[in-house]
């Protein structure tokens, strides 16, 4: 009996071509304008606007890995950085002494909030723009549909993820 090899249809591969292709440029794009902008990459743009939006702009750091999809290594290493230039700080954890907490310093908070205005011009540039409305509200359900197979346990990413891992603590206390 013959293997026969899986197969898209044409409207199945160029919907799957164009979302990998965004896939690959976007990012590049994200991480050039905050370079340019705000000398931030946007994976440092992301973690200094959870803790803006955190509950004493403060989180612990497997809480932070989390929320940005990052290893812990990776954000301690992106924290021991950020850091350096004085915009988050190191704190222990009360509730834990095996944990760290990472605080948002008033230069960092003062960093992020600079940096927002010209990434959200970029963004809109090169996405929102682009569509009307009825496209970003159909984007955005594609996007859940998509996010619901690749995070099953939703533990979110962003902002929407800090806000659940602090019900989540919240409930548990």
Known sequence: MAWTVPRMDEVESDAWLQLVTILELLPPSLDAQLQQDSQLTHFE??????????????????????????????LSHVVSRLADRGVVERLPCPGDKRATNVHLTDAGRRAVVRATSSHIDHVRRLVIDRLTREELTALAGIGAKITAVLDPNNRGFGPAASAHAIDEAGSSA
């Open 45 to 74: 743009f992301m973690v200094l606007s959870l803790l803006r939006f955190a509950p004493g702009q403060v989180m612990q750091a497997k809480e932070l890995a989390t929320s940005t999809n990052a290893t812990l290594p990776r």
